[in-house]
């Protein structure tokens, strides 16, 4: 098999896993990362980087939305550029996957620290969508003796909101599990609420539809809510407005629509950083005024800039 | 079979009934009592009037929330307080179901009228839930040469926002219809909003479950957002919060939830009148400070008063 049909194969599930958070597929990423280092065995080191950008290319395309999935690819595009041997881009290339996996656990139990701050004890939490972050936090705050049980939805249509109950659930978490719209009925017995997010940006913060009437319930409600994410999901705008291209089968909705009605299935949207409490990163809380500064620490491998409009 | 057995069985469907408006369950409901005046044969008028005082409680035990069917049963039972004779007390309640059936297809020409003045030509509307109302009116619309499209979401877990899709299709109106969390994602586009409800009180108007959310987004966007009622919607404080006894089983919202998870299925909710943009009755629009008048032209039979806490 050709390696550009090896990573076609190893991609295509990322493309159809709508159930995952953005931490979670990246993991996934460096699994197969690893694998193309793996089954590429030319020596030639410019073929290798060219199909060390083909896989990052063809990650970023079937999750547009997903930020640490773009850190990620740009990380290793970026440490695959001087490497002279396609042996010694190998060694590099293996060095950066091992440190961002590392950094991505180390990310998550520091934020679990701050998140302890934030959690009353005995109270209800509102949690929503799926996020590997969110549940990683509360699982910490339990396993340290923080007692309180969590309210979340099923995120329709994907549903993981079942994988995030399921999983507080097995922690010893006790959840509360309703249908979405119920929102409004079950946020006024909660004192606080979680989300996780796909990316950050100036204009806002991009998660799973359903995210901003969370945030305008809270609002409404005085209710604290926090987004869960390390700084990794924080970039430009031109790669913020990626989720706009992430457009799913209308049939995942409803499958025998009737004739003259058009189903849209859209699974992302923007949330104005203002509209929610604060974003908790492995850095501690970040507010609005401080997005900007975080977004301006990073650099984009050519590869990955996007074309102007 | 006897009277009792045979009003159970009539009742049933309306409590299974979950896709239905009220102004449609109402009508179902002057079939019901059609049905009663007609199976009940007895010459007595005493043990008549029994009978419809116990379809009437079956009814209002069957679907708590529904204003108009309460309406119709206090009608009912007023206009069979006066009858010396079994004959003549089916006279007189055959008259006042006919009247309110009348009165329903009336309300809702009225209301038409109304709606027409604030659908903008051209423009895109978001409708929420089922409301026959809300049907009627935008066909009634569409029908005097109105041109719009429609945005709808599906109203899990009952999914009555197909119907209200299939029908506004099958009256050659365009749909655009999604899942209920990306109602902050159309309704940017959208000019105006609508929805029904199934009551209204001084407290707020009480509709399913994700008006709510609705509400907050419309105002948040500037979007004018208003309820579709008749004033026979309009009751009393203690019979408007009756939608809290209102809960289905979880299982229909999650079938085989895992151990440590609750399913919680509560279907209506309260929207402060303030929230939205007015009520449109047959009488005109009505604002939070007119709710109260409306209430007091009404009086309650006794055997559908509710017992104090």
Redesign the interface.
């Known amino acids: 098999m050709k390696i550009r049909n090896q990573i076609a194969a190893l991609v295509r599930p990322i493309e159809e896993d709508l159930l995952s958070g953005a931490a979670e597929i990246s993991l996934r990423a460096i699994t197969i990362f690893q694998a193309v280092l793996n089954l590429d065995t030319t020596t030639e080191v410019n073929l290798l980087r060219a199909t060390l950008i083909e896989t990052a290319q063809a990650l970023l395309s079937a999750q547009p939305a997903m930020a640490p999935l773009f850190q990620l690819c740009n990380q290793v595009l970026s440490s695959a550029e001087k490497a002279k041997s396609a042996d010694t881009l190998r060694i590099d290339c293996l060095k950066t996957l091992t440190a961002y996996e590392k950094k991505l656990c180390d990310d998550v139990a520091k934020i679990a620290e701050h998140v302890l701050d934030v959690i009353p004890p005995g109270e209800l939490i509102f949690a929503y969508s799926f996020s590997s972050t969110v549940v990683s936090c509360l699982l910490s705050a339990r396993a340290r003796g923080r007692y309180f049980r969590v309210v979340c939805t ?4 994907s549903m993981e909101g ?1 994988k995030l ?2 999983q507080l ?2 922690g ?15 946020l006024p017995n909660c004192s606080v609420a979680f989300m996780g997010c796909d990316c950050v940006g100036a204009p806002g913060l991009v998660n ?3 995210s ?2 969370l945030a ?2 809270c609002k ?1 409600m005085g209710i604290p809510l926090y987004c869960l994410a390390s700084t990794d999901k924080f970039v430009s705008e031109d790669r913020l407005f990626q989720f706009e291209n992430h457009e799913r089968p209308g049939s995942e ?2 499958r025998d ?11 992302f ?1 923007l949330i104005p950083v203002n509209y929610i409490s604060g974003i908790i990163t492995e850095k501690g809380m970040i507010h609005e005024n401080q997005v900007e500064e975080q977004i301006a620490l990073s650099r984009v491998h050519e590869a990955l800039a996007l074309s102007s409009v």
Chains 1, 2 share one sequence.
């Open positions: 099923e995120s329709m249509p079942r109950a399921s659930a097995q010893k978490i006790e959840v509360i599990y309703t249908y979405d719209t119920a929102m409004g009925l079950v799973k539809a359903g901003l009437l305008l319930a409404d909705v409803w629509a009737p004739e003259g009605v058009r189903v849209l299935n859209r699974q949207e």
